[in-house]
């Protein structure tokens, strides 16, 4: 008994079949869902695998060393040789 390209040959039963909201040949018969759209579920199934993709790896997921810096001049307005005035106190 083998397990590889020999028994391949065996399959002969169609796991899919046509899909009636979609009309592709991806509805699976013992499971009765459609791998392409979903059905019968009421949403319509849909991914977005590049959207995960860049929120991954976009600017922001690491240490932004330079862009935390960067950052923080933009919000003072990119002030230089000023010095801070001192606070008064309370009498």
């Known amino acids: 008994m083998t397990k590889g390209t020999s028994s391949f040959g065996k ?13 592709k040949v991806s509805f699976h018969i ?3 869902t459609c791998a392409a759209c979903g059905y019968p579920a009421a ?5 977005n695998w590049s959207e995960e993709a860049k929120r991954r790896k976009t600017t ?6 330079h862009l935390k810096v960067v950052l923080r001049k933009f ?14 106190k309370k009498e």
């Not at 922001?60 to 060393?65: E, F």
């Open 30 to 32: 013992q499971k009765k």
């Open 75 to 88: 919000r003072n307005g990119f002030r230089e040789g000023t010095v801070a005035v001192a606070l008064k």
């Open 43 to 47: 949403k319509i199934r849909k991914y």
């Open 60 to 65: 922001g997921t690491g240490r932004m060393r």
């Open 11 to 23: 399959r002969r039963n169609k796991a899919h079949t046509l899909c009636r909201r979609c009309g």
